[in-house]
């Protein structure tokens, strides 16, 4: 998370200039205005140097904490009892993906050891257990020792010369990247005499390129951005609200919106059923009102306080005992706040800026933009995959139909809002029952909307198509491939088991207007179904699979995302709560 600053200061730094009485006359004089200008390996220019050419080990902190170390791939981590495989910076996102579909607010992580981790000056050590990686964490909290500047890079490749102490250069060296200027001045003694062949080019955390001229300019620019850019460096992987909050600022998140009361639990009992989606509303004069899902209200203060270095929200109602107590706000994280109070006592509250008090209007013509894919139906927990894939477009007059191309409902819709002031979409499709409810929007986001349906558990999902993705490069070819002739399934596995046998005989063909046709054999059964390719919310690409109620096919109907493809191999994965599932195609 990057928050610009205006330039502070332009800071005096330390340039060594030697002088003699005489100099060779073979003296090779650098290129630049400042030819003699040199600093010493050990000046306070040369350690700024060596802290932007650091190795950032920021981008897995959601695994080791730490952003002065980072492990090296591939490894194994283990999250909520799911073994997960991390091979690149890409996996990493499979982590925070099952934090977020795994309904378990405790989330676990443990690293399978050992793993070998590589430190700030790219030194690579082997780690055996929990305690060792511990110690070397414990070196660089948030604070300490991690000193690394991410707010401006080298652009490479650059050329860096040495001298003797008559300012004879002795040497030079192109270097690449980071790792090799880091280790070239680290290799150094403190009294070796270094410059650049200037100008050289760095980057800033916007973009911006700057170019300098010689060693002043050069710590200069470094010493003046090093401070500009939130360098995230904490373990709070995938902060949208600032890390180290203020009292301040917490009361200001928390009128800025409505909250929704996602789960309440108080003395070790789960009260979540009776709160769950009461709409709290904050406001500056130190008043918070409750409303319940038929709109009664219910009226409180709260207040906020720090002690012992931490944001405490103290919350008083005249009929809520459940919420009457002072709580530790111990977590912001996408757009939620969670609240502790000791063991067994937990309140976490969602962010409802655009699902509370707003206009049907804007929900009504959000609908009206595009066609809206349903990604999710879930009762009970469970999943309803016979209308995955599925597309409603919201027409005007009130007028939405749902297709998969071969079939087409047609319903009416409307928007309303309820007692709460939430909207509702109403839908009421004849040949459809599975969609007729009034649903009520828990998520609104540019591209997916979720709904839910008052006093039950039921779920559902859309995520925005537009032009059918049209503009989508990737989207299209990842379609002309799959296209382009007849598939096998080569691989599929659930967590440990090795499933592949069960559909050795299957052949897939993917065919026009979404159309897929499955048959197993010359004499088999055949299955038809629904496919698409999408690119979601999240900006993956994801493959759709339906066929039904073909018991044969249930596993592998599902929203797939795409790892890899080329015009003879596809490969998908799924994380569910219980397992990570992989499907690989291979052209036949």
């Known amino acids: 998370m ?21 100099c060779q006359e073979e003296f090779e004089e650098l290129p630049g205005e400042d030819s003699q200008e040199a600093i010493l390996a050990s000046s306070s220019t040369a350690q700024l140097i060596k802290r932007t050419s650091s190795k950032d080990g920021s981008y897995d902190n959601i695994v080791d904490g730490a952003s002065c170390i980072a492990i090296n791939f591939p490894y194994v981590v283990n999250v909520n009892g799911l073994d997960v495989n991390i091979d690149a910076v890409e996996d990493l996102k ?9 309904e378990v607010d405790d989330d676990i992580l443990e690293i399978i050891f050992p793993v070998q981790i590589t430190l700030s000056d790219y030194t690579e050590i082997t780690i055996s257990s929990k305690e060792q990686l511990r110690e070397k964490v414990e070196e660089c909290i948030e604070g300490g020792d991690d000193d690394d500047i991410e707010c401006i890079d080298f652009v490479y490749p650059i050329v860096v010369y040495s001298f003797d102490i008559n300012l004879q250069q002795t040497g030079n060296v192109t270097v690449e990247n980071d790792m090799q200027l880091r280790r070239y001045f680290a290799e150094r003694g403190d009294d070796d005499l270094l410059s650049f062949d200037f100008p050289i080019t760095l980057e800033l955390y916007d973009d ?12 200069n620019a470094i010493e003046t951005a090093k401070s500009e850019c939130d360098e995230d460096d904490d373990d709070d992987y995938d902060d949208d ?24 639990i108080r003395a070790n009992v789960d009260n979540t059923g009776q709160y769950f989606d009461y709409v709290m509303n904050f406001t500056e004069d130190g008043n918070v009102v409750m409303k319940d899902r038929v709109g009664n209200s219910l009226m409180g203060t709260w207040s906020t306080r720090i002690g012992e270095n931490r944001v405490l929200l103290n919350l008083e109602f005249e009929a809520l005992a459940d919420f009457d107590l002072e709580w530790f706000v111990y977590d912001l994280e996408d757009g939620k706040i969670k609240l502790y109070a000791g063991e067994g006592e937990r309140i976490i509250m969602k962010k409802a800026c655009d699902i509370v008090d707003n206009t049907p209007d804007t929900l009504r013509e959000i609908l009206k933009e595009c066609s809206w894919v ?7 927990n469970e999943d309803i995959d016979r209308l995955l894939g599925y597309e409603f477009n919201f027409h005007a007059e009130g007028v939405v139909t749902l297709s998969s191309e071969s079939n087409i ?36 986001r540019d591209k997916r909307l979720g709904f839910s349906i008052e006093d039950s558990n039921y779920e559902l999902i859309l995520e925005r198509v537009c032009d059918n993705n049209s503009d989508d490069d990737d989207v299209a070819e990842i379609r002309n491939i799959m296209m382009g002739g ?9 967590g440990d088991n090795d499933e592949t046998q069960n559909y ?17 054999g010359e004499t088999g059964p055949t299955y038809p179904g629904l496919w698409r390719i999408i690119r979601d919310s999240e900006g993956e690409l994801k493959c759709y699979l339906n066929f039904g109620l073909a018991t044969a096919m249930q596993v592998l109907m599902d929203d797939w995302k795409i790892v890899s493809i080329t015009n003879e191999r596809i490969e998908l994965k799924m994380i569910n709560e219980n397992s990570i599932e992989i499907l690989v195609f291979e052209k036949k």
């Open 374 to 380: 349903i990604k999710k139906v879930k009762l009970n």
């Open 409 to 444: 409902s047609e319903g009416e819709w409307a928007i309303t809002t309820n007692a709460q002031g939430r909207l509702v979409m109403a839908i009421t499709m004849g040949d459809e029952p599975g969609v007729s409810f009034e649903w009520l929007l828990s998520d609104l």
């Open 504 to 520: 050795a005989a299957f052949t897939f063909a993917f065919q026009a207007e979404l159309a897929v046709n499955v048959t197993t």
């Open 2 to 22: 990057k928050k610009f600053m205006s330039y502070l200061m332009f800071s005096s730094l330390l340039l060594v200039a030697l002088s003699f009485t005489s």
């Open 241 to 264: 609200y600032d890390d180290d909050f203020t009292q301040e600022r917490l009361e200001e998140y928390l009128v800025a919106c409505p909250w929704l009361v996602n789960e309440v």
């Open 208 to 219: 911006t390129k700057v170019s300098v001229s010689n060693n002043a300019e050069l710590a």
């Open 94 to 102: 499979l982590i925070k993906q099952i934090f977020n579909e795994v």
């Open 486 to 494: 007849e598939w096998m399934i080569a691989k599929y596995t659930e």
